[in-house]
């Protein structure tokens, strides 16, 4: 079993949105471990029943800015994203599908969750339809402090995701550990006063910084700009981003544009209650 699928993906962070909300009806993204947005709490407004996202390269056609070919998986190995992907809620805006595919449809990773009430008990991950893990949640309140993820033939420890929160329930630390429950990073998060995400930065075991992300926003909360530093390999990435949003309010189109040209194009599709 490869170890790398139960550790916790926070290279998300790099493309999540982040527009404030202030409704009360709204479901967060990234509720499990390994999905899109974890740790990052983005909201989308209203009752939402499903959404679907996708990954494009930005085109202009007429002047206008549109999708070109899809992200394929090579091209992802150049060109860091977040996923493409769909997830499932249910009425109380809890997730119960989470699936990640290729540009040509192919399930690369369908997660099932179970849940009792708003409290996520537990998630089974496939792959080839295959459970690959089983992670369980622990609460304090309704506050996920802990995600164990465990081998679902013995109910061993794989590895465990712990969180730390603000005084809001924001998420401020996510720290990774193995079985032996031994700490193997960490990301921590700083937010502005409406809960968006200011600064995402990631560290490894030894305390060392691997990526900073910084964030700023308009007068809307709409995010417009992203600073990006990946000290693995020294990549120095800055995006600004222009929207298209639904009647509701929540964004079905986003642009990242680079060095003032249109670059990606992320489509999303989102159904209602």
Known sequence: MKKSIFILITASIVFASARSQDTKEYVVLGQLNGTFGHGTQEKLKRKVKEIKQTHFWAEVKDGKVVKGKIITTEDRKSTPLGK???????????????????????????????????????????????IRTRVKYKYAGEKMIEADSKNPANDTLVSAIKYEYDQK?????????????????????????????????????????????????????????????????????????????????????????????????????????
Do not use: W
Not at 109 to 114: G, T, V
Not at 244 to 267: C, M, S, V, W
């Open 84 to 130: 493409d992907y769909a997830e499932e809620y249910n009425t109380l805006g809890i997730v119960t599908r989470s699936t990640t595919y290729d540009e040509k449809g192919k399930i690369l990773i369908d997660i099932k969750a179970s849940s009792e009430g708003k409290i996520l008990k537990e998630a089974d991950y496939f792959i080839n339809d295959t």
């Open 169 to 273: 329930d924001q998420i401020t630390k996510v720290l990774n550990c193995n079985f032996r429950m031994e700490p193997q990073g960490y990301s921590l998060y700083e937010r502005d006063e409406k809960g968006s995400p200011l600064k995402a930065d990631a560290y490894n075991k030894a305390g060392k910084m691997t990526s900073l992300h910084a964030f700023t926003y308009d007068n809307k909360g709409d995010r417009n700009g992203h600073h990006e530093v990946n000290y693995n390999n020294g990549e120095v990435t800055n995006y600004t981003f222009s929207y298209e949003y639904d009647k509701l309010g929540n964004y079905t189109a986003i642009i990242f544009i680079k060095d003032g040209k249109p670059f990606i194009y992320r489509a999303r599709e989102i159904t209602y209650y």
